[in-house]
């Protein structure tokens, strides 16, 4: 193990976890449907939404994806997004309670590169969307 590397200075190994809860809320859905311009029905409509199987609204599935971020983001250092795969498991509706959770699942020491296993889960521990994500991890500015 070297003692130059910057995961090794900042404690980052394999099993380092991050989280990040909140609860999703419909301005959260409309203010995401603004940044991005998805204005998909079955997000921004009602009335609409209730006639699908999902039998009301439902968040943009990248929003779990966006937890995820903020799970990575609270790792030590300055997290510099490489990569990511996900994959979207339940939807998630108005008024679920999402916990992201990452955790460190390879470390290229070297390199500052870490790649992380992650999820989320509603407050029933079901769970709505799974990624792996490579960030490489540099100094922080002093």
Do not use: W
Not at 36 to 51: C, L, M, T, W
Not at 58 to 77: D, E, F, R
Not at 78 to 105: H, Q, Y
């Amino acid at each position: 193990m070297s003692n130059n590397s910057i995961l090794d200075r900042l404690g980052v190994d394999i099993g380092y976890q991050t989280t990040h809860t909140k609860t999703i809320t419909g301005d959260d859905i409309a203010r995401f449907a603004e940044i991005s311009g998805d204005f998909s029905p079955v997000h921004i409509s009602p009335a609409y939404a209730r006639k699908t199987f999902f039998q009301g609204r439902i968040a943009h599935g990248l929003m779990a994806v966006l937890l995820l971020s903020a799970a990575i983001a609270k790792l030590p250092g300055m997290v510099v997004l490489l990569s990511n795969s996900s994959k979207f498991r339940k939807p998630v509706k108005i008024g679920d309670t999402i916990t992201a959770t990452a955790t460190v699942s390879t470390v290229r020491k070297g390199m500052g590169i870490v790649v992380l296993k992650s999820n989320c889960t509603n407050q029933n521990g079901e769970l709505v969307a799974e990624a792996e994500t490579m960030v490489r991890i540099y100094e922080p500015p002093a």
